[in-house]
């Protein structure tokens, strides 16, 4: 921008007249929004500050800031002080001498101010006046103009200025009407600490204020978001603004923080993301990598928030892959640590991807500075500045911290010389945090979900406990000689029992669990799914037949199954470390597969066999294993990232199809062995159809 950026700032919280009572605000109001200006990152505005003067240097402040400018110059004037009216309803501006019963003489006349704005030759000129327009005048004065003191009518003229030139009034509140009480400010009227100045500041120093995410704030957006901020804490205060001869939009300052809107993912990319299968998923993370190092921020802030989850994914080689390319959306800083005990001054340098490189940087404490130019940031400590500080880099992929160490010396009093302090060792840089959730603003910025940690290596204690664990349950489950040991024996009413054999479904399980376990250091998620479901099959049936009371002489057996599968499922659970349990959205195909299925198997049993008996009559406890299969294999298509639970669910439905063979093999019901065959076989299908494979461009 062209010009002059100048600012003047008349702050007031003392007055010498008792009838005005004292304002807690305009002081640390000044200090707070002269500091915002002169920022060079953000409104490096050349700025003045007037506490507590006459009306008469005000007068003359004010008349110096308008005169001798140029068109270019951009002027920005703020008042913070008391507003009274006249009898006649013309509004003055109270100053620390002023008496409120001689307000032309000792007030600033907002004619004053509206008569230099008009001569001034600058173009851009914004007034804020953040003041109460009460008035406070001594007992018995008759108010003859009992109306508002009209803003827009003392500064009417400025519309009749010509030239293109522009003039903004923005005020803190409509206008008060009086409150007497004794020649003193009505209690129910005393000011409190300026919300109003605090959203400026706040709206200018965090680029909040920056709605439409070009980089700068201008008055109009700051002014809509200050009064957003205003209403949230006193809803019966309105700012306003008027604008006389204003063309465009006035810049006040830069955004601290690029906004960046993310674009929409394509829907094949989406599909590819909830893809069962690791390659699928591998590719997408390769196809986002490309997209985060590329110039179009707002592809590259989409492809950075998809790839977070992904740090988290069940396979080790997508997790990796999506870790290193999360790193390249933060920029890479040169040094790590700040010292500045030697000269005062120090210079940092960004490098890395361009979404990397639109982190802003600012300081954590008053004596230093900060300024910025692109990927260079140049610090420099004031001499009464000590200790530890900071320089913060804030961008849309998250916050780092440069560590700054600055010791002064005390030369004034001359102490004895003390040893230095040991310098700190450089302290790592952060990893990149998931963006906070903000509020609804008019940038659509989708929340994301913390992730879980990230899954590494199974440790070599799960798989020894894992196979020493399913080699004894194979052991505990060993059928031995043909028909010398009973599965499960109900000899009141129906008399039915089944051997155990080979082929029953403790035996297979205990077996794929036991190879699953020895491949889990390789396999990984997929190979402690499979285990998972081994155990789930055998915990389930442990415990049918335990509470069902049709163990025969196998309850010492079913006893030790039902304690150890379950210890071991929770060593499982504790390896994978699963923070949330899915239980949807799920697509519909899928969704219809595994209800299917699942009715089935709670059908199969109610089937009477032709003596009349159904599984039912055995014991309630069969349909178990449909709850527990048909809510497994939802949860995996709720979330296909998760393949532990594709390969639990998947694995479970093996073994209850192999599980019922004996209706069939033993003379019991053909067609309970084909609802339990088919219920299965539904419910494997939903699972393995809930994956799709990336496309070769998407």
């Known amino acids: 921008m062209d010009g002059s950026r100048i600012a003047l700032i008349v702050a007031n919280d003392e007055y010498d007249d008792p009838g005005l009572r004292r304002l807690v605000a305009p002081a640390q109001d000044a200090v707070a929004l002269a500091t915002a200006l002169a920022d060079p990152s953000v409104g490096d505005f050349d700025v003045r500050v007037l506490r507590n003067e006459s009306a008469q240097e005000i007068r003359l402040a004010v008349e110096d800031f308008f005169a001798d400018r140029v068109p270019e110059d951009l002027l920005m004037l703020h008042f913070s002080c008391h507003g009274l009216k006249n009898a006649a309803g013309e509004l003055f501006l109270a100053v620390a001498d002023t008496k409120p019963t001689r307000l032309a003489s000792t007030a600033v006349a907002a004619d004053f101010v509206n008569r230099q704005m008009a001569d001034s030759r600058a173009q851009r000129i914004a007034l804020f006046l953040d003041c109460c327009y009460g008035g406070a005048f001594p007992r018995g004065m008759v108010v003859r103009a009992a109306g508002e003191a009209q803003v827009r009518d003392a500064f009417a003229g400025q519309a009749d200025v010509g030239g293109g030139r522009g003039r903004v009034i923005v005020t803190a509140s409509s206008a008060m009407e009086y409150a007497f009480e004794g020649g003193q400010l009505a209690t129910d009227s005393a000011p409190a600490p300026s919300v109003f100045t605090g959203a400026v500041v706040d709206g200018l120093t965090t680029g ?34 008027w604008t006389f001869g204003a063309q465009g939009e006035l810049l006040i300052a830069r955004s601290r923080v690029r906004r960046i809107t993310p674009a929409a993912l394509a829907p094949e990319l989406l599909e590819a993301l909830e893809s069962p299968l690791p390659a699928a998923r591998f590719g997408v993370v390769d196809y986002l990598r490309e997209r985060l190092a590329g110039t179009d921020l707002s592809q590259a802030y989409a492809a950075w928030q998809a790839l977070l989850p992904m740090m988290n994914d069940d396979s080790r080689r997508v997790a990796e892959a999506a870790t290193a390319a999360v790193q390249t959306g933060v920029a890479r800083v040169t040094p790590a640590v700040l010292d500045l005990s030697a000269t005062g001054t120090a210079e940092v340098r960004l490098a890395g991807t361009p979404i990397a490189l639109t982190a802003v940087a600012s300081s954590t404490v008053s004596w230093l500075t900060v300024e910025q130019d692109g990927p260079v940031i140049r610090v420099r400590a004031d001499s009464a500045g000590a200790g530890k500080a900071a320089v913060v880099l804030t961008g849309p992929t998250g916050d780092q911290t440069i560590p700054v160490r600055m010791t002064v010396p005390d030369t004034e009093s001359e102490p004895p010389a003390a040893p230095p302090e040991p310098r700190p060792e450089p302290e790592p840089s952060p ?9 609804a603003s008019s940038v659509d910025e989708p929340a994301t979900v913390a992730p879980r940690a990230e899954p590494g290596t ?150 009477q066999g032709a ?82 494979r990336l496309p070769s461009r998407p």
């Open 208 to 241: 909040e204020a920056d709605r439409d995410g070009d980089g700068w704030v201008g008055l109009t957006e700051l002014v809509g978001y200050v009064t957003d901020r205003v209403h949230r804490v006193t809803p019966n205060q309105n700012p306003q603004m």
């Open 431 to 439: 990893q990149p945090e998931p963006p906070r959730k903000q509020e």
């Open 458 to 607: 199974v440790p070599w204690w799960v798989v020894v406990v894992l196979v020493l664990g399913s080699a004894f349950l194979m052991l505990v489950n060993w059928p031995g000689a043909a028909d010398s040991r009973k599965l499960w024996y109900d000899p009141d009413p129906t008399g039915w029992y089944i051997y155990r054999s080979w082929a029953d479904p403790e035996i297979l399980a205990a077996t794929a669990a036991l190879l699953a376990a020895a491949l889990a250091r390789t396999a990984g998620p997929v190979a402690l799914g499979v285990v998972a479901g081994g155990l789930l099959s055998m915990l389930e049936d442990a415990i049918r037949i335990l509470g069902g009371g049709i163990s025969a002489d196998e309850t010492s057996a079913w006893t030790v199954t039902a304690v150890l599968t379950a210890a071991l499922l929770v060593v499982v659970f504790l390896s994978i470390r699963p923070r949330t349990w899915p239980m949807g959205p799920v697509p519909p195909p899928s969704a219809g597969l595994v209800i299917a299925g699942g009715i089935l198997l709670v059908v199969g049993p109610t089937i």
């Open 611 to 692: 003596n009349g008996y159904s599984l039912l009559t055995v014991t309630p406890l069969f349909l178990l294993g449909a709850l527990v299969a048909a809510a497994l294999a939802w949860s995996a298509i709720a979330s296909p990232s998760r393949t532990w639970l594709s390969a639990a669910a998947v694995t479970l439905a093996v073994l209850g199809a192999i599980g019922a063979a004996p209706t069939w093999t033993q003379g019991h019901s053909v067609p309970v062995f084909l609802i339990y065959l088919f219920g299965n076989l539904l419910i494997g299908a939903g699972v393995l159809s809930r994956g799709r």
